[in-house]
């Protein structure tokens, strides 16, 4: 059965999430272009022990609001305070690893751990993924319309599934669909700004790395950089798995994120 859908009000923006389960919480924040619905597979699989939560992001899904990284800190908090969550293990993928490094960077007290899936290149001041030409997408979107992007986009290697599973295919093709392009389509799009690797390095709550084995290169290569931030991190590598390893090999990351919450609960124990 599907889990219904709520709202709450984060700023200027209305955002819809998920919330399941009972016990320890776990929240989940998907990347970009994508939406909650991205972790279906995960949520029905942790709910069954724990309280799970997802949501758009602003500008994704059927959230409102316009996309934004120094928002998405606020975005999250605010839900946990709406939800009275005090602290949680936060999952981000990609650009949503962004958004999770960023709110455990101001906010460590309120992260009980931490897995970074697929993160970009947070030295970058710039863009310095090769496979996401951000300017090139915008002018598309502008000049051809968002179905064009989206057509280029599809076919991009970062959303490809390397297992064949149709339903996972088709999931990422309806959040697609309702990808609403408002940050390709700012005439004025904020300038991306790194992260200070002294914040990362000092970051104390028990960290796990994860990354497709067959991931981008350059990907790839910002995972092994944060790596050496944080060399008491765990590192997941998941096999036959691309950008997107909780929908290419669900069972296998399951396993990961499972292994990783049994010993980050002994530790503290």
Do not use: C, K
Request: no cysteine; net charge neutral.
């Amino acid at each position: 059965m599907r889990s219904p859908d709520h709202s709450f009000e984060s700023g200027d923006a209305r955002l819809r999430y998920r919330d399941e389960g009972e016990g320890e919480a776990l929240v989940l924040v998907h990347g970009w272009t994508l939406d909650l619905e991205m972790w279906d597979a995960q949520a029905a699989e942790f709910s069954r022990t724990m309280r799970v939560i997802r949501y758009d992001r602003r500008g994704h899904g059927l959230s409102g609001g316009a996309p934004g990284a120094s928002r998405d800190p606020r975005d999250l908090e605010a839900l946990l305070d709406l939800l009275r969550i005090p602290r949680a293990t936060v999952v981000g993928m990609s650009q949503g690893a962004r958004a999770a490094l960023d709110f455990a960077i101001e906010r460590p007290g309120r992260v009980a751990g931490l897995v970074l899936d697929g993160p970009p290149d947070f030295r970058a001041g710039t863009d310095r993924d090769e496979q996401l030409p951000m300017a090139r997408f915008r002018e598309l979107a502008r000049t051809a319309g968002l179905e064009a992007f989206r057509a280029v986009w599809r076919d991009d290697p970062l959303m490809q599934l390397h297992s064949g599973d149709r339903a996972a295919t088709e999931l990422v093709a309806r959040a697609l669909s309702r990808f609403r392009g408002l940050d390709l389509l700012d005439p004025a799009p904020p300038a991306a700004t790194a992260v200070d690797a002294r914040a990362i390095a000092g970051l104390a709550m028990p960290v796990m790395i994860v990354v497709g084995e067959r991931d981008s290169e350059s990907r790839r290569a910002a995972a092994a950089w944060l790596r050496t931030l944080l060399p008491d991190a765990e590192w997941a590598p998941i096999a036959q798995a691309g950008h997107l390893p909780n929908l290419d090999q669900p069972r296998a990351y399951g396993e990961a994120l499972r292994q990783f919450l049994r010993r980050r609960a002994r530790a503290a124990a």
